[in-house]
């Protein structure tokens, strides 16, 4: 039996079918490139769910994390003091507009952190009232519960319903509904300054100033959930840098650690003054190993000519899918390496075919394609997905 027929066997027979996973194994990475255990390569423009943003097969990122494992130190709990921790502390402090930083594992936890965090300021303040959480449509922030409540799509939901009371949905990118749905009762205001599960949309920035005017007048905490936005994807070493507006609480995960599991509570120091010993915590949470690596990876976005890449690459990038002449394109939409192409036929069809042609892709909500790559992939790759995909959309049968 070959190890593709055995691993899918494997997987089929011992785990939860929480994912459809296609009908190869992986193997290996270099660059922007996954290779599969027959050997055929993928040009990767998933990431690993844009977190990958080094690509695969980073020295530097290895030799830190192998230098960490030599110390014998990989995790010591919250417990304990490590340098490693307060390093990549300082280091995201100072390059954002946070006071203090909180260290979890996942996206789904800092944002639950996130929600705790505020309703704690609320708590010490003594607003009793504040018990409402304002999320957006198309919003994903999660599928740990609170995390799930403000993540407001019916089939994530349903079946595990009830949702932690007090999650309100506003309309992405309206003013006019934020005015609405955000009162004296809100204690938090999250928002994806460029939704990536719901269809790569962009708030402008005027939406997000407006948020800020409102948290302010209402008194609710203002969440920026760049979970997946973040941390140089989009040309800018923050998502919402472009709109000049600041948040209280702002999230990371995904590509921080370099593919180690990580997220990050960033918040400002009247939000940390609420917290006390003992009202939050995670037994891994701030993990010597891990906090080398985003220590890395963020240095390494920061460094010389990687975000006017991450800049040239994805101007090309739209540029280029937006000359592909298909009936099947509806919409093309993006900034950086964070990009979609709306579709009126089923992505699943076009994501199954680039399996075919030696491409990873994923969809972005029902109906597009987006593009999130190692942040280091180049225009000779754009040009590979643009022919693949121009032949990919001719083969699709009808005018949509
Ligand atoms: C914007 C955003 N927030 C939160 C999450 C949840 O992160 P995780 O899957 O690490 O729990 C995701 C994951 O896709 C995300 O894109």
Redesign the pocket.
């Known amino acids: 039996m070959s190890i593709t027929t055995d691993v899918i066997q494997k997987d089929q027979q011992f785990s939860v079918p929480v994912a459809g996973r296609p009908e190869f194994v992986l193997a290996r990475g270099e660059g922007a490139t996954v290779f599969d255990e027959d050997g055929k390569a993928y040009t990767d423009w998933v990431a690993g769910?844009?977190v990958n943003s080094l690509g695969y097969g980073d020295k530097e990122l290895m030799d830190v994390v192998a230098k960490q494992m030599r110390t014998g130190l990989i995790h010591v709990s919250g417990l304990y003091h490590t340098k490693a921790l307060a390093d990549l502390a300082e280091l995201l402090c100072e390059v954002s507009f946070a006071d203090k930083a909180y260290f979890c594992n996942?996206?789904?936890?800092?944002?639950e952190g996130a929600l705790k965090f505020a309703r704690k300021l609320a708590y010490v303040n003594d607003h009793k009232n504040k018990t409402k959480v304002v999320s957006f449509s198309k919003?994903?922030?999660?599928?740990?519960l609170g995390?799930l409540s403000v993540t407001p799509t019916e089939k994530y939901q349903t079946p595990f319903k009830p949702m932690v009371p007090g999650a309100v949905v506003g309309e992405f990118d309206s003013i006019d509904s934020a005015r609405e749905v955000i009162d004296e009762d809100t204690v938090a205001v999250i928002v994806?300054p460029i939704?990536?599960?719901g269809g790569i949309n962009l708030a402008s920035a005027e939406f997000l100033q407006a948020l800020r005017q409102l948290c302010d007048e209402r008194g609710a905490a203002l969440i920026f959930?760049?979970?997946?936005?973040g941390l140089g994807r989009t040309g800018e070493l923050w998502a919402h840098s472009f709109s000049g507006v600041t948040p209280d609480i702002m999230?990371l995960?995904?590509p921080l650690a370099g593919g180690l599991?990580i997220?990050a509570i960033l918040v400002t120091d009247e939000v940390a003054s609420a917290m006390q010993p003992g009202d939050h915590g995670s037994t891994f949470s701030g993990g010597a190993v891990v906090m080398r690596a985003g220590e890395m990876v963020v240095k390494r976005v920061l460094s010389a000519g990687f975000l006017e890449h991450v800049k040239e690459v994805g101007d090309y990038l739209l540029e280029r899918l937006e000359e592909i002449n298909s009936p099947h394109i509806v919409d093309v939409r993006g900034r950086g390496l964070m990009a979609a192409i709306e579709l009126n036929v089923p992505p699943a069809d076009i994501v199954a075919q680039g399996y075919e042609h030696g491409l990873l892709l994923v969809n972005s909500g029902p109906s597009a394609i987006r593009f999130i790559p190692p942040l280091i992939i180049e225009k000779r790759h754009v040009d590979e997905l643009i022919d693949k995909l121009t032949t990919i959309l001719e083969g699709i049968d009808g005018d949509g």
Not at 139 to 144: E, P, Q, V
Request: proline residues 3%; hydrophobic residues 30%.
């Open positions: 769910i844009a996942s996206g789904a936890e800092a944002n919003a994903f922030h999660g599928r740990t995390a994806e939704q990536g599960e959930d760049e979970i997946q936005c999230t995960a995904k599991p997220g």
